[in-house]
């Protein structure tokens, strides 16, 4: 009996401990986002040392991205694809640890959103309001991710 009892609860036991998956690589996560990148970029020192993949901000800016609403004004609309595409380079650039590319890109962000900081006052109230929303929580993600980049 205590032995039928004594393998019950090993077997209890064995089964329902939840053990994480080994790995077995050679190469760590830590080796693979040193290695990554040109040969002419490891010896600079300016580099991006952030995971755009793995980063919350970049993910809202990305989600943001796709769902920026359409208005009437259509120049207003075509400033926002312009913004759109800022960011998406802006993003590609961090990603490829391009720093000249993020630099570039963050200019024509700019440039961007100071014309559609100026096209907005043709908007109603609602549709201003839905705009600045996105607009504020596009730059504050920015800002957080450039201020991450400077901490490095």
């Known amino acids: 009996m205590k032995r039928l ?39 600079v020192k300016k580099s991006i040392d952030i995971n755009i993949k793995e980063n919350v901000n970049a993910s809202e800016i990305s989600n943001l991205i796709s769902t920026f609403p359409k208005f009437k004004n259509v120049n207003l609309n075509e400033e926002v694809l312009n913004l759109k595409y800022s ?40 549709d201003d309001e839905v705009l600045n929303r996105y607009l504020v929580r596009l730059k504050t993600n920015i800002t957080v991710i450039e201020d991450s980049l400077k901490g490095n």
């Open 87 to 126: 960011l998406q380079n802006y993003l590609y650039a961090i990603d490829a640890n391009n720093l000249s590319g993020k630099n570039r890109a963050i200019k024509s962000f700019e440039k961007s959103y100071k014309k559609i900081q100026k096209l907005r006052q043709s908007l109603n109230k609602d």
């Open 5 to 43: 009892f004594f393998f019950g609860v090993l077997i209890i036991l064995t089964t329902s401990c939840a053990t994480e998956k080994l790995n077995f690589s050679p190469l760590s996560n830590n080796f693979y986002s040193e290695a990554k990148g040109s040969d002419s970029d490891r010896g």
